[in-house]
Structures are given as C-alpha cells and as structure tokens.
C-alpha cells in the first residue's frame, strides 16, 4: 500500500513561493503523483500530475527527483486565495482503489 | 461544459430515516466516484462506478449503504437507516477514464439529527 507523507501545515506570506514536499518511499513503477487543492466546504481540485522530472502548468510546478521518492509542489507568489489544504497521492489509476488516500493533506495558510 | 453536480447541498435527516444523495457527473464522464468528508479530515474513497456497474466498493460499509450509477440519470449514493455518526460532508466525482484527474463536485453536507 502506497503511503505519502507531508507536512501537516505551513505558513507563508503574499508574495513568496511556497514548496510543498510530499515523500512517498514506496512508490510503484506504474505510479504517478497527482496533487489536489481543497478550499473549505468545497469539493477538491485537481492541480497538477507527475510521472518525473518537471512538469509545469499555469497553476503550479511540480519536481520530482530520479529515483521519485518524493515530489515537491511549487506555487510561485503565493496571494492569499491559495489558503486551503493540499493533498498528494501517489497511483497508477483508479482502478487501483486502495490508493485513492487523500490523507490529511497539508493545510496552508498565506498571510497578507 | 457544466461541472459536477451533487444535489441537495445539504441534507437534513432523522435517525433511522433514509438520505438519498445525487450525482450527476460531467458530460462525457462515464466513471464516478464517491468519498465521505469528516470535519478536519481527509476525504475517505467510498465507492467506484461505472454506467451500470460497480467497479470497487470497498470503502463503503456493508450495511445500509449502496450505490448505482445507472444508464440513464445521475449516481445516487444511498444511505438507510442513518445514524449520528453518518454525518459528514459526501463529495462525488466524475472521470472520463480511470486517471488520477477527477473532478470534483461541491458536496451534499448530512446532518443527522
């Protein structure tokens, strides 16, 4: 069963970039990494997905280094509509249920 | 292209009545998805469909619950019988094949009284 690991909360400040590390050990050959924004009393929003490497879209950046035990999410200058948690799961599809884990995810709170 | 819709938004309801929650996917999205919300907690998978069939239910509890994604119509996820600890926040979603980008819609809150 693939676990990730992240930080349960962060801080930061308008302006700044934030970096969101999501560790995941035992990550399958098959896996990606898909990254989900939840603001309260609504539903998720995908964000972005990683195989490796970089991937970037007008939301975000997502880095994973070679051997893909980690992955980083980078949001660049952050406001304060970026406040909410961000979820990091880690699987090959969906057929693959017992990896569909949200988690807890990593609560962050950007401050004006 | 409207997106995911779930209906009622919230759901009031006594112990031992029936709550029946609705999903209507995105056009052209023919897998869904339901997962149940606590307050401060992560969203828990419930159960995966397909148009007419159930493809993984495995998170969902044996009793008093179902679900049905039918041929026509939107998902309806089914709870008997409810019980306090039923409240939650149910959030549905749509895929148009089994990748990780879901979409997500704004959830029926239950409240059991």
């Known amino acids: 069963l693939a676990k990730t690991t992240q930080p349960i909360s962060m801080d930061s400040y308008e302006g700044q970039e934030v970096n969101i590390t999501c560790s995941h050990n035992?990550?399958?050959?098959?896996?990606?990494i898909t990254w989900y924004q939840q603001f309260p009393s609504q539903g998720p929003r995908f964000i972005i997905q990683?195989?490796?490497t970089k991937v970037t879209n007008e939301v975000a950046s997502l880095f994973i280094p070679a051997d893909r035990k980690s992955s980083t999410l980078s949001l660049p200058r952050v406001s304060l509509s970026d406040t909410a948690v961000y979820y990091c799961?880690?699987?090959?599809?969906?057929?693959?249920?017992?990896?569909?884990?949200f988690g807890t995810g990593t609560r962050l709170q950007v401050f004006p | 292209n409207a997106g995911v819709m779930q209906n009622p938004r919230h759901l009031v309801r006594r112990r031992g009545q029936e709550a029946r929650l609705r999903c209507s996917p995105m056009?052209?999205?023919?897998?869904v998805y339901w997962y149940r919300q606590l307050p401060e907690e992560g969203l828990k998978f419930m159960v995966y469909?397909?148009?007419?069939?159930?493809?993984?239910e495995s998170g969902m509890p044996k009793e008093r619950f179902s679900a049905e994604f039918p041929k026509e119509g939107p998902s309806i996820l089914r709870i008997q019988q409810v019980v306090r600890g039923d409240s939650a926040a149910y959030f549905c979603?749509?895929?148009?094949?089994?990748?990780?980008?879901?979409?997500f819609g704004p959830g029926t809150r239950l409240t059991v009284t």
């Open positions: 799961l880690v699987g090959p599809n969906t057929y693959n249920t017992d990896k569909l884990i």
């Open positions: 056009k052209g999205h023919s897998h």
């Open positions: 979603a749509s895929s148009p094949d089994a990748a990780y980008e879901q979409y």
């Open positions: 469909l397909q148009k007419e069939n159930i493809i993984d």
């Open positions: 990683g195989y490796k």
């Open positions: 035992n990550i399958a050959t098959n896996d990606y």
